[in-house]
């Protein structure tokens, strides 16, 4: 890519993490003002629905995110994750502070993301097999003009 190509993707992605950001201080301010707010984005969240049923905004994130990513690639870790943002940084500090960063290079990394998905998402699936626990059955209701859901 050529250079001033690339500086002018680079303001683009700069731009847009900050925006990540102001949406962070934006929703802990209507917080503070509210007393309540939107549902966390979190994608833990994912967590709730798996275990319990409950369907939440960070399953509904993650759901988008991974079609995003077979779409894309993985265009949200570069452009809309908040902790690329703090690695930027830091990066950028380093480069100040002319300390040379060294990458780390390891196969066995590649495993990392499936082990920690098998983990998280399909282990407790197995042990609750095992188990003989039920499966929670979802049921998404209107209450109050937001959408609520709930499980039995």
């Excluded at 925006?19 to 967590?47: C, D, S």
Aim: charged residues 15%; contains cysteine.
């Amino acid at each position: 890519m050529e250079p001033s190509r690339q500086a002018s993707y680079e303001k683009w992605r700069i731009a847009t993490l900050i925006g990540v950001h102001v949406l962070f201080i934006a929703h802990f301010v209507h917080w503070k003002l509210k007393g309540r707010t939107l549902a966390p984005l979190e994608f833990n969240e994912v967590l709730y629905t798996i275990h319990q049923g409950v369907v939440t905004a960070g399953f509904i994130l993650m759901a988008l995110v991974m079609v995003g990513t077979l779409v894309f690639g993985r265009f949200f870790c570069s452009w809309g994750c908040h902790i690329l943002a703090l690695q930027d940084a830091a990066g950028w500090l380093l480069d100040k502070l002319k300390i040379k960063r060294q990458p780390i290079r390891s196969r066995a990394l590649i495993w990392v993301p499936m082990t920690v998905m098998f983990y998280l998402f399909i282990w407790p699936q197995i042990l609750q097999a095992w188990h003989g626990v039920e499966q929670q059955a979802v049921q998404v209701v209107e209450a109050g003009g937001s959408l609520v859901v709930v499980h039995h």
